[in-house]
């Protein structure tokens, strides 16, 4: 643990409990830089953590104060993510500067820290979350690269148990080769699409905790949240349109998280 204090924080509000852990990828060319934006007053953003590719882990903000990593964000209809949430920025260019996987370093470092943080904190493994989790519309971080079935099967955060196993791969590699749209009960939807199984979806995508309108319709806002959504849980094909087999895997973590 490296001590870089950054003076980009604030008191938490009273009475706030911490309740939220969010990743994030840092999206800038260099650790260096990275630790030069978190830290400037002027960008007015932070983080509790930095952990580099080679797992050094930067500790920038004191838990029980305020970082500002979430910006506009939401879940499970609470619009302040930063006053009950620890963020943790991983090193990583990001997808518009050569997004690349996260070296085992960096994931063996992450995942220490994530459960000591757990262990410090009652958050639930449903409120483990990704930058695009809580902000679809504007982020896509860390992306379908990073390895939350990993993490989950740490104890950190969830993952449908049925998909973490040879046989699940196996069965969904199946499924997808060559499939046709309706193929043995199997549905896709396009774009715009309209339908009462797209509702059924967004309805399961909000009581999960998304901000999402069951409208029935697959626009525009709906696919950027059904994206975030799979690059979280279904990372094998992130495309935002909905299809059985997200609808399986969402139902699964409906079921997991009671």
């Not at 930095?50 to 879940?75: K, T």
């Not at 996260?102 to 994530?114: C, G, N, S, T, Y």
């Not at 410090?120 to 519309?137: F, K, M, Q, T």
């Not at 309108?213 to 950027?224: C, K, N, S």
């Amino acid at each position: 643990m490296i001590d870089y204090p950054c003076l980009n924080h604030e008191p938490r509000s009273e009475g706030a409990q911490v309740d939220m852990l969010v990743l994030h990828y840092t999206g800038m060319e260099s650790p260096e830089a990275a630790l030069d934006r978190l830290c400037d007053p002027a960008q007015k953003v932070s983080a509790h953590y930095m952990i580099d590719e080679d797992g050094s882990v930067f500790r920038l903000v004191p838990e029980e104060r305020r970082a500002w990593h979430a910006g506009l964000a939401c879940w499970r209809g609470d619009r302040d993510i930063n006053d009950r949430s620890i963020g943790i920025e991983l090193v990583n260019p990001g997808h518009d500067l050569g997004y690349r996987p996260f070296p085992e370093e960096q994931m063996a470092a992450v995942e220490r820290l994530a459960r000591e943080i757990l262990d410090r904190r009652a958050i639930p493994p449903e409120r483990v979350l990704g930058h695009s989790d809580v902000a679809p519309a504007r982020k896509c971080d860390p992306g379908e690269l990073f390895d939350w079935a990993r993490l989950a099967r740490a104890g950190v955060g969830l993952w449908p148990p049925d998909f973490d196993t040879a046989e699940g791969r196996a069965r969904e590699h199946a499924r997808e080769k060559g499939r046709a749209r309706e193929h043995a009960g199997e549905r896709r939807f396009d774009p715009d699409a309209t339908d009462p199984l797209i509702g059924e979806v967004q309805r399961g995508l909000a009581r999960f905790g998304y901000e999402i309108q069951a409208t029935g319709r697959l626009d525009e806002p709906a696919r950027r949240v059904v994206a975030a959504f799979q690059r979280h849980f279904r990372p094998s094909r992130v495309d935002g349109l909905i299809d059985s087999e997200t609808a399986r895997r969402l139902e699964a973590l409906l079921a997991m998280a009671g």
